[in-house]
């Protein structure tokens, strides 16, 4: 007599993510994994790059590819879903500060009710942005505050959460710094000077929600973009903070539009980050929505 052979998921999952609770979840994710009929290979993550090696090189006899961590860790898998040149449906139980992408795709935040989401939802196809060889899950941003996420430690990430990036960034402000940048996109030209710039797919950024826009949708093949101007004085710096909270665009001091692709061009090389990791520097970026590209399990 022949068995079916049993469903399989590769889960990768970064055991210092957030509080490092997910110490205390993983037999029970494991065993509920396991109770759907699913034989589990799992590999837990050990430093910056382990999640794309091991989703990249892995072999294609696997249902689903099921991550837990931040965004950070999401950002990886996705990296080695796309190098790997072959798709397998993603699962994601967010286990980090923030959980941006997490909360807009309303994924659980109990942690067990989310790997139970996994084995018994339906897969949604999700757009990702390709950010010239690299790619990234839901934000490209360059410019004040982007340095903090991945330069905040992450004991302090553990103990404060999403406040934590705020608190470092405040430390900042007396250094802000503007950049002058060319933008290209569709038959529109734009250049003047930013302090901060993000493109975005997600409902929230840095745990503030509407911060991106309204009516923000996850597979409509654009991003939203942010570009905010250099402010003259302390007051107008106050005032693009609360336009920002509220999402009440003041145009003579921010850039906001819908797009599938951009070109930002700059004479100085500029610091960006991607789903809150370290994107390099760049003079010359272009970023282009890549449709439905992965599918991710709701």
Not at 2 to 14: D, G, M, T
Not at 142 to 152: L, M
Request: charged share 25%; proline share 3%.
């Amino acid at each position: 007599m022949q068995f079916p052979l049993a469903k399989k998921i590769l889960f990768v999952y970064n055991p210092k993510s957030g509080k490092a609770k997910i110490k205390s979840k993983l037999a029970d994710i494991l065993e509920i994994f396991v109770g759907q009929g699913f034989e589990v290979t799992v590999y837990p993550t050990g430093k910056q790059g382990d999640a794309i090696k091991i989703v990249q090189t892995r072999k294609p006899i696997y249902d689903l590819v099921v991550c837990s961590g931040g965004d950070g860790t999401l950002d990886e898998v996705v990296t080695g879903m796309i190098r790997s040149n072959f798709l397998t449906p993603i699962g994601y139980i967010p286990a980090g500060s923030t959980n941006d992408f997490g909360g807009s795709l309303s994924l659980s935040k109990n942690m067990l009710t989310a790997a139970q989401q996994i084995v018994t939802g339906r897969n949604f196809p999700c757009d990702i942005g390709a950010f010239n060889d690299d790619v990234f899950v839901y934000i490209a941003a360059f410019g004040i505050f982007t340095e903090v996420s991945y330069e905040t430690d992450q004991d302090m990430k553990n103990v404060l959460g999403h406040m934590a990036y705020v608190l470092e960034g405040v430390k900042r402000l007396p250094d802000i710094r503007s950049y002058h940048l060319k933008v290209a996109y569709e038959d529109q030209v734009i250049e003047d000077d930013f302090i901060y710039g993000m493109v975005t797919n997600s409902v929230s950024v840095g745990g503030f929600k509407n911060i991106t826009g309204k009516h923000v949708k996850l597979d409509d093949g654009v991003f939203e973009v942010t570009l905010i101007k250099e402010p003259k004085n302390p007051v107008e710096l106050n005032q693009i903070v609360i336009s920002l909270l509220n999402r009440d665009i003041d145009t003579n001091l921010m850039y906001c539009f819908r797009t599938a692709s951009l070109r930002m061009t700059c004479e100085e090389e500029i610091s960006w980050t991607l789903d809150g990791e370290n994107g390099g520097m760049h003079r010359d970026v272009y970023i282009e929505n890549r449709h439905k590209a992965v599918e991710i399990r709701v």
